[in-house]
Every structure is written in C-alpha cells, then in structure tokens.
C-alpha cells in the first residue's frame, strides 16, 4: 500500500532517544484503538491510528497550499528534553522551548507535545529535596502561553521507557499521542476530504484529469484501510467507480475528455483481473503515470474493491459485484467505441471469471454452498458464453475448421493476455492456463467446453434454476449435433419439449421440435420423423413451412415399408378434437356420434378410416320396468371425471360437528399426472375393442370438420359403452389416436324382452274393475321390448280355465279358449301393439267377495326360428254377485234361505230362482218353494232373500248337498242383449233334523203373582228328545245367566245320563237383580262323551263335550223375556 | 427504443402475451425474436426463486437478470401473473430503474383491466386487446 503514515516529528534537546523507544512506540500505537469523533455528524468509530516518528526540520512547518499526500505534512509534534532541576531547566532549556512553541503557533500547528525525560535518579535527587513543590514539569507547564489550550494534557513526564516498571508513564504518553494524532487525523481528513470535494467539482474543466483526482482520492481509501475502517474505504472505490461509470456514459453524449479517449486508445492489451496484490500495484503505478488503458484501470478498481470487500468478510458480495462489474466494464468498452482485436473482450472477461470464481471458491462454505451457487452460476454462465464466442471467433468449434487466420487469432489473444499472474501457483490451473489449453486445440477447447457447460448445468439445477439449466441444455444439444453425436443431444432437446409443452409456449416448442426432427432424421428414426413432421405442419407459423413439412410426411408415409410394424401417434396437436356428442339412430340399436375435429394442417388429408373406440362394461340393467318402458338407451354424459364410478359422498353429522366424508378419497383426489398430458405417443397402441363407431375414407379439411359416425350394437350385449380412444388410420400402419377426449362421453344399451300385459279400457261408465259373469272388454298390450315382429307373425291367444275369450273385432264370433291372429303390420320395438279383447269368466261357485285371478297366454313365433315364445299376462276378476246359504229350524220344520249378494254397483236381475237336492233319493227330502216365480234384483247393498222349505217325510232322510240354480242378466252396463245367463251354486248341509227342544220358563214364587227384584224366582226347564235313535249316551246343560241380571243358586250345569225318558225337567232357584223385561237365562245342550274307566291313558281320561249341529237343537224359549217388578216393601220390612 | 420485449406470463407460466421489438419493424428474423423467448422463458426461474423469498412483497420485483445486452426487470402479481420487461443495454436511451416500474404497472394494470372487464376472456387464453396494444406499443416506442 503506498501511502505515508501519518508523520510525528521530534526535536531533541539534550537528549538523544533511544532508538528503542522509538520503534516501541512506532509499534505500540495502532496496538490500541482510540474513539474517533468525525466532523458532519457522522458515527463514532474506533480507529487503530499509525505513525512515522522523524526529526523534526524546518520544512515541515512549510504551507502546503495543494495536497499531494494526505499526510504529507507532519500531524504531531513533539518536543523531547532531559532535564533535572528547575534552574538547569531556566538557563538552557526555557527560551528554546518557548521559541519552538511559539514557531508551531506561527504556523497554525496546534497538536504538539513536550516530553521531559526523567531518569529514576534525578527523581531521587528532587524528592531528597525539601522544598520540590514544582518539578521541572510543573514549571513547563507554567511556562505555556497563555493561549494554549489543555495546557496540563501537552506535557508529558517519562521515566525510564525501556523499564517495564515505568509502563504507565509509557502508556500515558502512547494515550497522549494516540488522542492528539486521532484529533489531528481528523482534522487533516475533513480538510482533504473539502479538497477531493473541490477538485471533483472540477471535473468538467479541460485540464482535470481523472487518473490524478483517483490517486488523490484513494489516498483517503487508504486511510480509511489504514485505520480499520474497510467500509469507508470501499465507499471511497464505489464513488470512484460511479464517477468513471458517469464519465463513460457522459462520454456519449459530450465529448470525450482527453484523459479518456487516452484511456481508450492504449487498449491493445487484455490483461485478466488478477486479485493478487503485487499485480494489482504495478496497474497502480501504471494509473499513476497515466499509462493505464480502461481494462487496467477497471481491474484496479475491482481488485481493490474486492480486496477491501474480503478484509470486510464479505466474500458473497465479490460473488455478487462480479457480473455486473465484468457486463458494465463490457458496455463501457462498446460504448466508447474502444478498438480491442476481436475476441479480446471475451478472453478478458472468461479470465476475470474464472480469477473471481477461483477467489470465491477459496471463502466458500459447503454449509452457505447454495447461496454462494446463487451468486456465481451467473459468472460460469457468463464465462461459458464467452468461451463459446472464442470457440466460435477461432474455429474450434466441432463443426469449424482450423485455418491459419483462425491460428494468427489465436496468437493475437493469447499475445494480448501478457504474463500470467499466477504462473509460480501450481496448486490449480491458472484462469490464464486454462484459456490457453483451451485455445490451443480443438480436442482441448471442447473439453473445457463441456467442462464449463455441465458446471454451469450443475450449479443451475442445484439452484433450482431449471429453466436456465435447460438451456444450457439446448446449447449441449446443439454441440452434440455439430459433434454428430444427436443421440446425445437428443434428451436435451426432448427435455426442453416437455416444458415448452407444459408451459404452453408454442413459439419455442416449435423451434425445438425442428432440432428434434433433425435428430431423428440423422437417426433415420422413420417414426419419429413423421410424427415431428406432423407436429411441425400443424404447429408452424407460416404456411409454406406447413406444407413443406406435411409434404415431408405424407412423402415418409407412402415409403413406409409395410414389412414394418404399424404405429400410432398422438393427435391431439395435430387433430384436436372439437366436441364429441352421440345420439341415438331411428333404429334403435344404431348409435350416432357427432364428431369435430380440427385439422392445424395447411391441406386436406385423406385418411382411410376414422374409428372411435368403445369401452364395453357389461352391466345388468337394474331399473324399474315403468322407467325403462319408453327408453330403449339412456345417454349420458357425464364430466371426465366420471369414468369408472362415481365417487358416492356421506354426510355424516356427529355431536362435534357436521362433515363430508368421502368414502374414496383416493379416488377423488387423485394427483393428475402431469405425464398425462404429454404426446408419449410410445404407449400409444391400438386396444383390441371389438365396439366402435368408424367411418372409411375421410378427408380432413383444415380448420373444423364435423363427421357422423354411426355404431350397431350387437344385440343382447347390453351395458355401458364408454368413449375411449379416437383413432385415424392414415393406411394400414400408421395412425393418429387421441390421448384425451374432450369429454367423457358413455351411454347405456339395455335389452328388454316382450312383455305382455292386460289393461282394462278406461272408461266413465264402466267400473275398473274386471267382473266375472259379465262380458268384459279388455284390451291385451304387447310389448315388443327390443324385438321387431314382423308382418305376418301369428299370436295364439289362449286363455285360461273359466275364462272364454274373443277378439272384439270379430262380433260373431263365438267365445273361445282360443283366438289366433295373424300381424297385420311390423312392430318396430318398444312399439306397443293393442289387442282388444272380449272375455267372459263364469260365475262360479264362490262364497265370498275375493278377486279370482286368470291368465291370458299369447304364443308367438318369429318367421326363422322353430322355438315359439310364450307371454303370460294375469289379471283379478271379481264376481258380480255371490249367494249364501242359511238354515232355519221351527221345532221340526226346516227351511233353506239363500242370499244373494251383489258385489259391484251393477245390477242384476235374477229370474227363476230354484234349489235343488243333490244325491237324495226322490221322495225322501221334498223341497217346498215359498216365494213363488218372482224376480229380485241385486246390487252392492241389495240383497235378494230366497227362502225354501225342506220337507222330509222320513225322519232318517236327510238332503247332504243343494244346488241352487238361477238365471240372470244384467241390467247396466254394455250388455244390452238379454241373453240370460246360468248362475249355479251349491252348498252342503249336514244332520239338520231337531234331536231336542228346550222350554222355559220363569215363574214367582207360589203366591206371588209377578217376579220381583230380590226375591226368590223359579226357573222351569224342559227338555224334550225328539228323535227316537240317539248315537250319543248323554247330554249335558248348562245355564248361563247374565249376571248382572240374574243371579242363580246351586247347579247350574248337570249331565242327563242315557235314560230311556224323553222328557227331562229341571228346576232352578234364580233371583232376579233388576227390574224390567229380562232375558231368560240361556240353556245350552252339548253331547257328553263320558271318560273311558279303562283307558290308561291320561289325555282321554277327561270327559268331552261335542256341541250340536246347527239346527240339532231347537229351543222355544229364545228370545223370551220377563217382565221383573221392583221388590215390595213388604219384603223390605221382611 | 430501448425495451426489447415485454411478455404477459400468467399463473401456469404459460405465456399469454408477448410482444418484441421485432413485432414492430419489419423485415425483422424470426431467429432473433425466438432467442428472447428462450431468455425470458428462463426469466421464469428467477421470478419463481423471488416468489418463495419474499413474503411481504411488492409486486414488482426489479432487476431479475442481466446480460450485457439486455437486462429483464419483473413483476409479479398477487395472481401470480407475471410481467417481463426486456431492456436493451445497447441503445442510447438507458432505462431507468424507476421508468421499468411505471412501465410493469402501467401493462401491470392495464392487463387486470383488459381481462377482468373482458366477460370473453378466458383464463390462459392469449389477449387480444387494443388498449393493451397500445400501451405496450407505446413502451417500445418512448
């Protein structure tokens, strides 16, 4: 570093100091910092100050109007004396030093000192002394003019320096020093810092001059270095650095000052920055004879700037600084138009480079590595590019040739890097050695090419800095194609289609693939060129290039040797699909798709065949049949998402909170895979799908084409078809398919079988209900579900037992189990295909009012097939009417009453009413009618009551079975004929004849003439067998009474053992509990089957009571009531 | 006419409107116009790489990239929307730090203007607009 320490003078007066001592306090006073308190209110900062101690001479008091150095003059000065006693002091010292004080103050010199120097001994001597109140110090200190301020501070006493006893007077005068020196720095730096302000205001005048104002100011760089302050000393670089930046840029529009364009002229040499020091001081020396060219003076500034950046620990920010530094230095080299040999730029800037990365790498951390990768993957970026340009610049390049102008180039730029600063260093290759190496051969400038690519590559993609990253990738690709070797650019180029495609910029994507096809076409890869040929036809910006490229394609497909396997490529940039829609044909099972395609290409293209591919999933129609009645498909579109199963979503409520689950979640929220997207048209191949809709010779028009494919689904394969793949066969080898449809488009075929199904005719008046008896008018409906019945087809209409059919079109006809009727026209399916019929259901023998279910049956044969098919429809007829049976004992007499009940609101007229015996013999049973030839007619809630007497002449003849006949016809309705119809029923009747006949009665006591309340009654009871032949021993009776009417005494129930007696009597003692007319209590009689003595048996050791059959039994008495009084009050008193 | 290049880069970094000086003159290489797509595509990483430092940010991001010919100042929007603006270092005219802010939020605004008032506009699609034409041609031009 040049510059002078500050200066401290001495003057000695009868001393000589040791030598020593001075180079202990040369040493000792930047060993310590002192609090530098700076003019303009800037911070307080500790200083390490450090001084030149010389003998003081005449000259250093001299005015110095112009800096040349900044501490040119001296700063401090100090006056040294021995001397012991005060007189001594007054004869030979005071006057001398009285002058000298008084020549600084001439001067304006305030900062000085005075040393007195004490051995130990004169201290001796003066303390021995009684009266020593001033020392020799105090009487100096006495002896100041009056104007001097700190009078007590500028005299300091020593005692034997060189004694480490004596160390605190020592480091009192080093303190001394130190804050006298710091105030008089400070005050010499803001004088030189208002004399650099000066001069720089100057710049603009003719004779300034740059080199010189950067000396002067670095001199203050230096200070600032000198004294620790490394940030001011940068401060003092960086405006430096700006100011000749303006200067440079002011160049342009001004004129050039001289100084500059010198600068500019004497360029003929490209030094590399170098940061070592002994360099960087011989480009001082050089800027300070004025010598310096613009590349000298630049790297100086960097040098130094860098050099203070390290000393400040900043070694990222050299990183950082650096790029800028070596573009600007770059720009300011173009922009006054200095005439460097072609190249020379760019050796200096790879050598300043690699200079820079070399330094850095020496304060790198590996812990900070990508931060400091941040900062100088720019400089290997830069330095590539640079190299580059020389390979380019010198022929090195693969695909050049060495000429000797390449040669002389080469010797011109290595001539104008001059000696390599480093060359003593073997640790590594100096920058300097490196570009030489690379220079000097082909072989070897390709390997540091590399070397430096796949770095730059390295540190990108270590950053994150992808994209950089790839195109450096581009540039490795393109060096590879000039090395023939495109196999190895191939990934490059193909990487960066991948993110051009991602990324969507169409411009460069094309721009790549065209390298891409190159490749392939050295690679001779057919399929590939075609399908780049393609892309390139569709995607490039003018039209002569799309034809030229779908020429190229359409030339590679006709050679395509079909020995070759086929192949498919992606369509979906050349041949994007529009829209997608199907519909269903007239014919049913005839699907319809609805296809635009726009073709990017320039030209129309014939393609053989166009097929979209179809995904069958069989699946069985679970619908309800009245859904599927009038669909034969459902189409549905659906979003893409739906493609296999829709994902079913819960909600689900919980005493926390209320959420959605979704039970798939895998499923939903499945990552799209960005691989997706991209044309790896390498797994594209053709499914084996035996579904889909095709169209043969198409040509694709540019810009939309809209096509109808039609697609047959074979019949009974019912399911979901979904939309797959879309695929246009140019020939038989090779084809575009789709990665994506647009939409996802499925739809449903089902299959239905003919059903047949009866319907009664909605009408007003007529009931809905079918009735049995009645003719009916019904029409049968036949579905023909997903069948075509042709013209011609027979239908057998059978019906079942009890029902007579016949079509109601033929009115003469008579009603049959069977009708047949020939297809008049074709059914078309899920037409439906009406039959109306006439059908009669007889009445038949039914006792209550439920529905009786028949069957019609159709047979039907297609015209081909031998089987016939068989439909079966049922449907619930009601009767109209219904008759019961019921029978009525008088004693002996037994009469038979039938009703007739009618069910529906029509009516019916009944006529000629008769009953029959069944299996009796004549004569025995006769059956007497009492209602004589009369007609009834019935309806729901009108009954007709038919009554019939059974006469029996024999007591053991019975009548098991009756038949009851009658004729009706109805009286509304659509049967306006009066044909009559049968109506029969028959019922069975069991042992009716009357075995017993119960009388009673109730009687007051003997000489009451009427029943009270609470008196004591009679009850009398007869029982009286009136059959001679008895199949049962005994009979048991039992009274029942009400309760709350009557009250009985003793037995109530007794047996009545086999007694030869036809007339048994019995007597109750019952007490009436009310008053009015009461119910007789009620006699019951049953069959008494006595328990068998033998019998072991526990079950049967019980006796059993059989009742009677209706009719056994007949009793008088029933219904009988007897007036009760209320009880006298007589018998109260009783 | 020291702009270079301005691109519209929206969320998925798919470029949605780009202009160069080469769309201005004519006769112009298609070459050159596709070597500054290749620059301010890899702008992209810088622009990404201030996106994750930054938190509390402003929306124009300054100086992303310099070369010697050109240096690229950036935006980037709360949309993530990017806007390059490529600055020739040659030309007379240097642009200064505070004009490439004006001109980013001048485009800055008029694209939020142009696609937000635009009912048409799909997201992704490239912008045809004659207010942005002229604003952009405009920064060429001055």
Known sequence: MEICKPIVTYTEKDIAIPEQLKANIVHDIPQEGIEWQRSYGRSVKTVFLEAQLVSFCDDHLQDASVFNNLFEKPLLHTFWLECYDIDTYKISVRDELISWIARLQKHGVVDWLVIVFESAESRKINKSKLLSRSSVVDKIKADFPQNVKNAAERCVSLTDPLNPKSNEAYQQLLQRIRSLLSNACSRQLSKYEDFIRMQRENRNSRDWNFFRFFIMQEQLAFAFEMFGLFDEALVQYDELDALFSQFVLNSNVGGIPVWLKNLSERCDVWHGLCLSKSVYTTLRNKIKDESANLLDLRNYLFARQCELLLLHNKPWEVASRSLPFLQNCVNELNLIEVDLTEGAVACWVFLSALEILQKCERYSDSSQMETYSRFTVGLWAYARKKLEELGILCGLMPDMSLTSDCLIKVVTLIAGMGQDPHSGDESQPSPQMRLKEALSKPESFLKQYLEISELTMGTYKHIGHLRFAKLIGKELAFLYMKLNEHQKSLPFLLDLEKTYLIEKWSTLLMDIRKYILKCYEILNDYKKQVRYNCLLAATSMTETCQSEFLEKAKKLVDEYEPSEESFVMNMDEIFPIISLSVSRKESLSTFELVLKIESKLCQPVHFERLIAFLHYEPQKPVRKSNKSESNCCSLQKASKSHSEDIPTFLTFTSSVGVGVQCPNITKCLKRSDSQGTLNLDGDLQKPDLSDYFSLSNISLNPGINEFHLTFESPSRKCGIYSLTQLYLDWNDHVSFASLALPTHVCFEVISEEPRLKVMRPMTLSEPTDLISGLLQRISLELGCGSYNFVEGTLFNIRASRGLKIKLETEVDCMMGDEVSLVLKSTLKPFDIYTIPLIVFASLCNQKDASATEYQISLNYRFPGFENSTKLIAAFHMIPSFISTMKLHTLNKRKLVEILVNGITNSRFELISADLHLVEAKDGDVEIKSLIGPKTFVVKKDQTAHLLWELISENSNATAKSILFEVKYKPLDGLNPNTELYDYTCDFKLNDYHTQYSIRATVEAQKGHEFCRVGSLCHLYVIIERLVSSISFPSIMYEVIADGSFWNISGRTAGVLNETSENVFKLSFEILPLTTGFLPLPSIRLSKYIACEKQSTNANVAEAKLVAFDTGQVYNWSRGLQINVLPSSGLIIAE | ?142
Do not use: W
Request: a negative charge; one cysteine or more.
């Open chain 2, 1 to 142: 006419m020291s702009v270079i290049a301005i691109a519209i880069i929206n969320s998925e970094n798919v470029p949605i409107y780009i202009k160069t000086k080469h769309d201005f003159c004519e006769n112009s290489e298609d070459e050159e116009k596709i070597n500054l797509l290749y620059i301010l595509h890899s702008s992209l990483d810088i622009v990404e790489e201030r996106q994750n430092q930054l938190q509390n940010r402003d929306a124009y991001l300054g100086l992303l990239n310099q070369c010697e010919n050109y240096k690229i100042y950036g935006l980037l929007s709360t949309t993530k929307s990017k806007i390059l603006l490529m600055v020739s270092m040659n030309s007379n005219t240097i642009l200064r730090d505070t004009e490439a802010r004006t001109i980013l939020k001048q485009i800055h605004s008029t694209y939020v203007d142009v696609t937000t008032n635009n009912p048409f506009y799909c997201r992704g699609d490239e912008i045809v607009s004659k207010k942005l034409e002229s604003v952009v041609k405009n920064a060429f031009v001055n």
